[in-house]
């Protein structure tokens, strides 16, 4: 294939240099080279440039748009190149007489396409030259032309350059990922900035623009007015501007009414005019008596509007993708306007943000994979009509800016669509229309039609809202003309887009109206507190969606739910999660928890959920009630462990696909990627599969296949668990560290009474087996201290009294303020032996301690031995150490990501192998380990403290030795065969 196209491309080179002087007339124009090289250039390449295949318009691999003039210039790019109907790469095409490699303009035209549709590269080209960029780099009008240009090739070139396009352009290599490993290598270089987080900063500003100047000549507007009017202003503009590019609008109507005076009054007008065609809810003043009151100055609607426009604007609005809108708007919502006593506006981050550590847009692959389990499960394995579909109601109880709505409603638009082309489209006439051969879209009736017919949202946040019903109605308005809408006006039909308002509705998802009791109590709380609460009635038919619910619920429910502890809540939220969702509540655990059971609630009885979730609840504790509900209905896992789905974020997650009525007792589960490449359309194909049955899992599921837990059963055995053999306890917290922890020189030089003073670590000093020696004390006070006896250390605290005064529960009087906060148990941590081990590390890591050593901030928990316990402590050591055990833990503690979590239950769990001391045998076995472990400890401890770099080569080596006569010994007390031990060390 590869030798073929070579040779397509070698006959266009000759033809191409046997004529070069007529092609480069500027009479030989763009069309002729298109048709008669660069068309036939990408076919060589192995792409079905005219469509031969006759696939429909969503499924064409190179669509080639319609050019739309607007002054000098296209609105659109004049090849779009696709896998899966999603766009790869964009080729700008020009004629020959066109100087590519110095002419400014064909550079950043592309640059301006590419970066508002968000790809890496694209490509300008009139065949004479083939100029590839990065398209990562902000365009600027003002750039030089080879800004972004990562290779160039003439024709004359072609042939001994043929590798490098090839395999990067073809389709064969776009399949095999060569196209996105070529792009992964040229990004990174300075400038590179993509088009979400610009844009961001730039509709960032014009909030921070508007709410102050609305604050400034509006002097009554409340703090809820201000942000409802900032955030409509905006998404009015945003609506229309891209309604400009797309050519739905007469390009350049803001832009003039921003060069006009008075500039908000034209605005408005222009607003109302639009709602008169539309009729969808943006522009309704019925309901919106706030925003044509307000006083707004020129200067800052004209700085918003002229930012929009060529040469200040680098957007191009026709390939700007509802979905990275989303994106946008999510960060967005993220933050909120609040006014000073001043009555002056401050922009700063939701409380619920700060909680939740930022905010996650969840990737475009996440939400198509569950919608593809969930909307494709009940629509395509079904073969489902129109009609039938129409009966099919889809939520997202916790939508924000509607991304997984917009992944809904897009995959619904390309079923109707298909099905359509399939069954005689021309019997279809209100439903499609044919605009050429084999190429056919749904007209705008049949959209709206399915939009008000199955798609379903709910978020407490209003803005949210808004902003959900603005990408789904711009999603309507794809494939649209200012032609078909006039001609929906003209025709006097109702509403060219949908008022989506019974369909994405405001309110908490967790929260009905039983929050209030009798409905009495209402009254006692402020505007404030009803809208931070902001009830949601489910049944209501006219505030929720009753109609649904009575008709038994939700087909299906997906999304992508807060997760943050219900710790940080108000007192009468939490009480009400525990009095409302008694069957999974146990105590202080994730919100998510109850966006899970009300999602699988909301469903009728053959619906289908599906989120993407924090994957914490799979090993933690309070999770057990949630466990054993989702058992029930859950029916597919895919666990990405420590791969990062969100970027920047601390969240490691998994996909949950349940039904209501699973058909059978088997649980689908993918875990532990192949390799270190993520297949981002083929998302099972990275992972391990294998089958778990329902029924065999207990309160703590042990996610593993067949094989590992036939292994897992094996060595927890004939055991004792380690809670049964230990007391195992969290290390004290003080409340405030930098005070209560001091170093030894410091204690020395103050006369700090030893009495109090204990040796202080933390979890980086604990290593396998050894504890560093971090040079520090605890000055450990707990209620039975009497603190005036210790002269030198009291003076020291009361100097700091203010600060440690200052401690959430000093403050509620519930203890001294120069105690610590929670002291715990000292009588663990002064035992003459224990182990101590950090809760969260990679691996095992415990380590010996006969040093009575204390930590500060619950970073570590110690383990001591229970009276009339024969084992040595030695022994336990060495058995949790092991290569096995760390194995075994894998699968019973609790993840985070790379790490695992150290907690006192899930190691209360960790088998530790019974000894029968009064048989030679099994005491020999026993007291081999001990010595092993006291080896091992001596070893470590000159490791750590020799300053040789040559002796520390030795003792490593030495380390290595015994550390696998300790794992050849615990394989040999729990019975391991060598096929069992290879399944150990390759799961590690």
């Not at 623009?209 to 703090?223: G, M, T």
């Not at 039609?449 to 199955?454: A, E, S, T």
């Not at 038919?541 to 997906?558: A, E, H, L, P, Q």
């Amino acid at each position: 294939m590869k030798e073929q196209a070579k040779q397509k491309l070698r006959e266009l080179v000759e033809r191409f240099r046997y004529n070069l002087d007529v092609y480069k007339k500027s009479t030989y124009n763009e069309a002729q080279v298109r048709q008669e090289f660069i068309n036939p250039f990408f076919e060589a390449l192995g792409w079905d440039v005219s469509n031969k295949q006759g696939f429909a318009e969503q499924y064409k691999e190179v669509v080639l748009e319609d050019t739309i003039k607007v002054g000098s210039s296209t609105r659109a790019p004049d090849y779009s190149f696709r896998i899966g109907g999603q766009r790869k790469f964009f080729v700008e095409a020009k004629k020959p007489a066109v100087n590519i490699k110095e002419d400014v303009s064909p550079a950043y035209q592309l640059r301006r396409y590419a970066w508002s549709a968000k790809l890496p590269l694209s490509v300008v080209t009139d065949f004479e030259e083939f100029s590839v960029f990065d398209c990562r780099i902000k365009p600027n009008p003002n750039d030089k032309s080879s800004v972004g240009r990562i290779a160039y090739y003439t024709f004359d070139e072609y042939l001994d350059t043929f590798d490098a396009i090839y395999d990067v352009f073809s389709k064969e290599a776009v399949l095999k990922g060569g196209f996105d490993k070529y792009a992964e290598s040229t990004k990174g270089k300075k400038g590179t900035a993509e088009v979400d987080s610009e844009f961001l900063k730039e509709i960032e500003s014009w909030r921070e623009l508007l709410a102050k100047n609305i604050a400034l000549r509006n002097p009554d507007v409340s703090i809820y007015e201000l942000n409802y009017a900032v955030q409509k202003i905006i998404d009015r503009i945003i609506f229309l501007r891209i309604c400009e590019d797309r050519a739905i609008e007469p390009y350049g109507q803001l832009q003039t009414k921003a060069e006009a005076g008075d500039v908000y009054t034209h605005l408005l007008n222009h607003f109302k005019l639009a709602e008169s065609k539309y009729d969808s809810g943006i522009f309704d003043f019925d309901t919106d008596r706030i925003t044509p009151a307000l006083g707004i100055d020129d200067r800052v609607l004209k700085t918003i509007i002229q930012s929009l426009y060529y040469p200040k604007s680098p957007y191009e609005f026709s390939v700007l993708g509802v979905e990275i809108l989303g994106n946008v708007y999510e960060q967005f919502l993220g933050k909120v306007i609040r006014l000073t006593a001043g009555h002056q506006a401050k922009v700063e981050t939701k409380p619920e943000v700060k909680k939740a550590g930022g905010v996650y847009y969840t990737p475009q692959y996440i939400v198509d994979y569950i919608v593809k389990n969930t909307v494709g499960k009940l629509v395509e394995g079904n073969g489902k009509t129109p009609e039938e579909i129409a009966e099919i109601k889809i939520l997202d109880p916790a939508c924000g800016s509607g991304s997984f709505l917009i992944g809904a409603y897009t995959y619904l638009l390309r079923y109707h669509l298909d099905w359509y082309v399939n069954n005689e489209p021309k019997k279809y006439k209100e439903a499609v229309f044919q605009v050429r051969e084999n190429e056919w879209y749904l007209t705008t009736a049949e959209k709206k039609r399915i939009l008000l017919n199955n798609v379903f949202g709910v978020d407490i946040d209003p803005q949210a809202v808004e902003v959900t019903k603005l990408s789904l109605l711009l999603k309507v308005l794809e494939h649209e003309s200012r032609e078909s809408i006039d001609q929906q006006v003209k025709l006097g039909l109702e509403g060219v887009l949908p008022n989506l308002g019974d369909n994405v509705k405001c309110g908490n998802s967790l929260i009905g109206p039983g929050f209030y009791g009798t409905g009495q109590q209402e009254t006692l709380f402020d505007e404030a507190e009803m809208r931070r609460i902001n009830v949601f009635d489910w049944d209501d038919d006219v505030k929720g969606f009753g109609g649904i619910m009575k008709g038994g619920g939700f087909d299906c429910v997906i999304g992508n739910p807060p997760y943050f502890s219900i710790s940080t809540l108000d007192e009468d939220y939490f009480r009400y999660l525990e009095k409302e969702y008694a069957e999974i509540h146990s105590g202080y655990n994730d919100v998510m928890y109850y966006f899970i059971y009300r999602g699988i609630e909301n469903l009728n009885k053959i619906g289908i959920y599906g989120v993407i979730a924090s994957n914490y609840y799979l090993g933690n504790s309070y999770a057990v009630p949630l466990r054993k509900y989702l058992k029930k209905y859950i029916t597919k896992i895919l666990n990405f462990k420590n791969f990062r789905v969100f970027k920047n974020a601390n969240v490691h997650t998994n996909i949950i696909i349940a039904s209501k009525n699973p058909k059978t007792d088997e649980i689908d589960v993918y875990q532990d990627m192949i390799g270190n490449k993520m297949n981002l359309e083929k998302l099972e194909s990275n992972f391990n599969h294998f089958i778990l049955n329902r029924k065999e899992l207990s309160e703590d599921w042990v996610i593993a296949d067949d094989k590992n837990l036939k292994l897992i059963d094996k060595i927890a055995g004939d055991c004792i668990p380690l809670g049964e053999l230990t007391i195992i306890k969290k290390g004290a917290t003080s409340g405030n560290r930098k005070i209560f922890t001091v170093s030894s020189k410091y204690a020395a030089e103050n006369g700090f009474e030893s009495g109090l003073l204990k040796k202080s670590i933390n979890s980086k000093d604990i290593d396998r087996y050894f504890l560093k020696n971090s040079g520090k004390y605890l000055i450990y006070i707990d209620s039975t201290i009497d603190v005036d006896k210790y002269l030198n250390i009291h003076r020291y605290l009361l100097s700091h009294k203010k600060e440690l005064s200052q401690r959430n529960e000093v403050n509620k009087g519930l203890y001294a303020w120069y105690r610590l906060e929670r002291p715990r148990e000292k009588f663990v941590f002064d035992a003459k032996e224990k182990l101590v081990v950090p809760y969260r590390a990679e691996k095992n890591r415990f380590a010996f301690d006969d040093q009575q050593s204390f930590n500060d901030g619950g970073g570590s928990y110690a383990i001591i031995l229970k009276d009339n316990i024969n084992l040595n402590l030695k022994y336990v050591l060495g058995i949790l150490n092991s290569d096995l055990m760390n194995w075994y833990y894998g699968f019973i503690g609790k993840p985070k990501g790379k790490m695992r979590e150290y907690f006192n239950i899930p190691m209360s769990k960790i088998p530790i192998h019974k000894i029968g001391f009064s048989n030679p045998a099994e005491k020999a076995q026993h007291d081999k380990l001990v010595s092993l472990v006291e080896n091992m400890i001596e070893l470590q401890k000159k490791y750590h403290e020799t300053r040789m770099e040559q002796d520390k080569g030795l003792y490593e080596q030495q380390i290595t030795i015994v550390d696998a006569q300790i794992d050849r010994l615990v394989y040999d007390l729990y019975g391991l065969t060598e096929e069992e031990v290879k399944v150990v060390v390759g799961g590690i």
